[in-house]
């Protein structure tokens, strides 16, 4: 017996479901840590709005949409870097985070893919309290023990998630951080690594879930055929 862990959004007019099944035997879970990570050896650089691409335990690729002023006479596409400023698409945001045109300028969306180290600090998390149903697609609560375990650890944003919950078109904000021992005018793309991943939400209408868990009479037919 096992429950369903699902989020669901409304983007675009579309209802967005990002669901991850919460049964160690199919998606092995990786519980939160008791004790806050130490962050002391870092400096938080900022934060981003973006899509993932591509995840996994070394390294989290997300494409962030940047609203840029288009200069007539400029030069070619410049790369906006992390924790400078600038407005990113952020489509949880009013408007989609969109500033208003100054006079005479017009913004244009550029698309830019970003790379992030993970590091064992790093943690990911949900930024809204995903429902939770049953094997019969009843939503039922959390348990006291269980929201506390989604909680921790201790002054972490939001809920537990885990890389499984990072499928490709799933929007996420990502907060960068860098060593410590790195001075801040030396900061290159190559040393940004997560702080946290907070999920907001999915961009796609088909989330990359887990294979269901057979029954004994689906095995029992399958052996038979």
């Not at 970003?114 to 049953?134: C, G, H, N, T």
């Not at 375990?149 to 998630?161: D, I, K, Q, T, V």
Request: glycine content about 8%; proline content about 11%.
């Amino acid at each position: 017996m096992h429950s369903r862990v699902v989020g669901t959004w409304v983007l675009g007019g579309a209802i967005v479901t990002l669901a991850a099944l919460r049964d160690p035997s199919v998606h092995a879970q990786v519980p939160p840590p008791k004790k806050a990570p130490d962050y002391s050896g870092y400096v938080t650089v900022g934060e981003v709005v973006g899509e993932v691409v591509k995840a996994d335990d070394k390294q989290v690729t997300i494409q962030v949409t940047w609203y840029v002023p288009q200069v007539r006479g400029g030069g070619g596409v410049r790369r906006p870097p992390i924790g400078r400023g600038g407005n990113y698409r952020n489509p949880f945001a009013p408007n989609n985070n969109r500033p208003r045109n100054p006079p005479r300028v017009t913004l244009k969306e550029q698309k830019h893919d970003y790379d992030f180290r993970m590091v064992p600090e790093s943690l990911i998390r949900f930024k809204s309290l995903p429902p939770k149903y049953d094997e019969n697609g009843k939503r039922v609560s959390y348990s006291s023990k269980e929201l506390d375990e989604l909680r921790a650890p201790p002054g972490a944003p939001g809920y537990a998630a885990s890389l499984f919950d990072l499928a490709p078109g799933t929007i996420v904000e990502v907060v960068a951080m860098r060593d410590r021992k790195i001075p801040a005018a030396k900061v290159t793309e190559d040393d940004l690594c997560v702080k946290y991943i907070i999920i907001l939400g999915s961009n796609r209408l088909t989330p990359n879930l887990p294979p269901e868990k057979e029954t004994k009479a689906e095995k029992k037919n399958k052996a038979k055929n």
